[in-house]
């Protein structure tokens, strides 16, 4: 089986990591992946957040399946974690919201208490584990390659990623 991508960058890139580790489960045959990209188009090599799917991609397919190492990405890629965004001003100056990549533990339920509640208290991001981390200062990240401990996503130099 042939696959063709066409456009590189980093979701090109990503697609072909994911069929690559798709087919190794998939098919006895060979699949061969062919990502096709433009010599004259750059990437726009700006600083780029991500959301908590590129995180599940990360440790699910490149971590897990090609035997990278989480802290080699970071490294090579100038990456810090991302536990949400903090938007200053938001509603009026000297106002803030901080927006958690995780949401709260109780998302499943019909009526989530602890978000209302938090809602209530004028601080719904303390309704997830992320959120009340990112309120104290602190991080999702555990110094073992092992094990992925959620909850994060990445800030990181596009250029280095591509």
């Given amino acids: 089986m042939k696959i063709v991508i066409v456009g590189g960058g980093t979701a090109g890139w990503m697609a072909a990591l994911k069929f690559l580790h798709w087919s190794s489960h998939q098919f006895e045959t ?3 992946i062919q990502v096709i990209e433009s010599s ?3 990437i726009i090599g700006a600083g780029e957040g991500s959301t908590g799917a590129l995180t599940d991609f990360l440790w699910d ?3 897990k399946h090609f035997g990278e190492n989480h802290m080699d990405f970071l490294k090579e890629t100038g990456s810090t974690l991302k536990l949400g ?3 200053k001003d938001w509603n009026g100056i000297g106002t ?3 927006s958690p990549i ?3 533990t109780t998302k499943q339920n019909n009526v989530d208490v602890s978000l209302l509640h938090h809602i209530f208290e004028g601080k719904p991001h303390l309704a997830c584990d992320t959120g009340y981390l990112m309120d104290k200062g602190l991080s999702t990240y555990f110094h073992n390659k092992e ?3 959620g909850g994060h996503s990445y800030h990181f130099d596009a250029h280095k990623v591509g």
Avoid: A
């Fill in 40 to 42: 004259k188009i750059g």
């Fill in 147 to 149: 094990s992925y401990t």
């Fill in 96 to 98: 803030e919201y901080l």
């Fill in 85 to 87: 965004i903090r938007f």
């Fill in 102 to 104: 995780e949401p709260p």
């Fill in 30 to 32: 060979k699949t061969e």
């Fill in 61 to 63: 397919v490149v971590f």
